[in-house]
């Protein structure tokens, strides 16, 4: 992660040499709002879901707030008046399939508090990094929402999954909605078009989860 946040650091100093900038104002002004809408990969994979082997049936759609509570503290002669720290929320959803039963379905909420913090080294340009952190649910639905029987065996399990009647030694799993703490970094781009619409990529992980990075896309308004 802080080999990514080097590279994309360094590629906007390299795109954006010689250009004058306004400084943060132009995209962060203090007490300023930016709203984001997004979709990208699903974060979960096999070792976030512990009751089933998954495969998303959906990008993951998410939407985030956040304010920008200090702005323009660092002085520099390049990028003018710089440097901006928000705090804001994050919540996204996606949903499920079992790999070897297409009726047992999950659905993924997330809900997160984040904190950036963000430099512009070109006009409408805002690069940032920060922490996630909050909560995973994931909700069972479908018609074996409550469980089923889990064979015993394994090569039964990876080459039939859940087709068979319920036979000695095969064990019950029941399902219910789960809960699970989520953290980890996560680094933005965002380019403003004009002062209030712009486009917006993130690349994010969840440690707690040991989920893969995923990557986000979308738009971004701003609101001040």
Not at 73 to 101: E, M, P, S, V, W
Not at 145 to 166: M, R, T, V
């Amino acid at each position: 992660m802080k080999k990514l946040i080097i590279a994309a650091l360094a590629l906007a100093m390299s795109v954006t040499a010689g250009a004058k900038t306004p400084g943060i104002q132009d995209v962060q002004p203090k007490n300023g709002f930016n709203l984001g809408i997004m979709i990208g990969v699903p974060p979960a994979n096999e070792s976030t879901l512990d009751y089933a082997t998954q495969d998303p049936i959906m990008p993951n759609v998410s939407i985030d707030g956040n304010w920008t509570v200090a702005s323009g503290f660092i002085n520099t002669k390049k990028f003018g008046k710089n440097g901006a720290i928000d705090l804001g929320f994050y919540q996204g959803f996606c949903d499920y399939q079992n790999k070897y039963d297409d009726e047992i379905l999950c659905m993924q909420h997330e809900f997160l508090v984040r904190c950036a913090f963000h430099f512009s080294f070109a006009k409408g340009l805002d690069v940032y990094a920060g922490m996630l952190s909050g909560l995973d649910l994931y909700i069972p639905y479908g018609d074996d929402k409550e469980g089923w029987y889990c064979p015993h065996d394994d090569y039964h399990y990876h080459h039939h999954g859940y087709d068979h009647a319920p036979h000695q030694g095969d064990r019950w799993v029941e399902r219910s909605t789960e809960g699970h703490f989520a953290m980890g970094p996560f680094i933005g781009c965002k380019y403003f078009f004009t002062k209030a619409f712009g486009l917006k990529a993130e690349f994010a992980t969840d440690f707690a989860s040991n989920a893969a990075p995923g990557a986000s896309f979308g738009l971004a308004f701003k609101f001040k």
